[in-house]
């Protein structure tokens, strides 16, 4: 009995020991699902009662309708009719307050915020929404080489929206280049608008980093915003540029 | 701690036969091999100050997203699940007027409602400047996890920690973070002092540890590298193919919605998980880790006990 007992002791000494030591986990299986937050899904009032005196707020200017589009503007590359029309903006702004021909317009396609703006009404805050950052335009002077190797930049990232210039996409790099419909020239120096955020080297624009820039500090959306003001004003609407500046070769 | 209190109950029950009765392990030990624990992983990235949904204007997101929507599926989700984290990494800020405004201040005021358990910073957080970010993490309840910036001498200076450990029943889970090279990308004047370390370094030094000495179960990364280049720079898939002790990579930074995550076999021949989940708020993800506890099969191994039938559970 005793030697029983014993071996139940031992035992349960053993149970105690192994079941005291922290367990040690192993990963059997992971599963990904994933949830669309669809306009239709049950929502907290919770938020929407937090967020209401900021929305009021924000509604009351940013609610304001400055514009109307006839078409839909999306957000494609190598080239769109959202690029094209928001790079015309900048290169008509630019020649207007710099007082001085710009040759071209080119900024980032990740500058644009926005994947479409729906055609019809335009407000406020859909601008602040497509150009939410605080960047200016800026103008500098670059020799055909300095901007050629600027446009194979964005050859090289998909194709960047452009205005007063066109360019064909051959091995990640800009071919049959066209600004102002003439061949780009190696000696020429060209007046070229873009974001301070390009021109300080920004999404890997590096070749400009050391170049002067001209800044009057007009930002942007500014710009967009006082354009659409004018348009509206001249009973004018945003409409379709559907041109393809930027293209792959075949 | 469950589990153990069950298999105590279990011993105490049998006590009365076992004395006698030799085959009684193999009850016990039978019933051991059946533990398992579940951790339910919810995720968001590049939310972009996306509180109320796309506006019902027609456009390709109209009525997608939105915190209210987020917030009760969260809240469903919960319920239903005993072990979740909620985690997002980075690109809080920056992309409706509420940011022009407001300047972060709804967006991690909601995060903390939401009970997020902790984020990383993504490069569009720099954008109201750094001081703006690290004044706006007064209204958090979350760590904002962060590896490989040193932010030293700047005012997110103590406002980041490298890691945290969530402890979900008997499960260890390491967090961690890594960011994206600022430089070119965010203008300088706004990360000012900040200096960029290599994320797959100090991503796996974190990861071993987190593995090694802090003993946890599973080490996830929360990344704003961008899921993948056609160049060579380093990315999610990078990361993963490169590091040794991570398991889960949570994505953001190149806005991409995944289907499903893509698995990834490290230096050491482990799985790596990636997921990444669009961006604004339209799809919220979830990865269920499930764990079983190999701990007792290695008792039934170390004891000279005959393995008979499984008999319950």
Known sequence: MIAVARRYFIFFLAVWFFTSCEPSWQLTSKNATQYRVNPDSPKDTAYTNFLRPYYNKMASTMNQVIAVSDVELIKKQPSCNMGNFFSDIVKITAEKEYNMPVDIAIFNHGGMRLTSMAAGNVNLGKIYE?????????????????????????????GWPISGGTYVIKDKKATAVLIGGVAIDENKIYNVATIDYIANGGDDASMLRTIPQINKNIIMRDAIIAYLHKLTAEGKHIVDIPEKRVQYAE | MLNRRKFLQQSALSTGSMLAATMLPQT???????NKIKLTILHTNDVHSRLDPFPMDGSNNAGLGGVAARAELIKKIRAEEEHVLLLDAGDIFQGTPYFNLYKGE????VMTMMGYDAATMGNHDFDAGLENFANQLQHARFPILMNNYDFTHTPMESKYVPYKIFKKGSLKIGVTGVGIEMKGLVPDNLFGETKYLDPIQKASETA?????????????????LGYKYSDNKVSDRVLAKE????????????????????????????????NQVGWAGIVLGRIDVEFSNTKKKKLTESNTVVGGKKTSE
């Open chain 2, 106 to 109: 709804p967006e991690i005021k």
């Open chain 2, 243 to 274: 590091s040794e002790f991570v398991d889960i990579i949570i994505g953001g930074h190149t806005h991409t919605f995944m289907d499903k995550p893509e698995t990834i076999v490290n230096k050491k021949g482990q799985d790596v998980l990636i």
């Open chain 2, 28 to 34: 016990l030990f039978a019933a051991e091999e059946t």
């Open chain 1, 130 to 158: 497509l150009s939410p950052f605080d960047n200016y335009i800026v103008i500098l002077k670059l020799n055909g080489k300095v901007l050629q190797d600027f446009l194979d930049l964005s050859a090289n990232k998909g």
């Open chain 2, 208 to 224: 071993e540890y987190l593995k090694r000495n802090e003993k946890c179960d599973l080490v996830i990364c929360l990344s704003h």
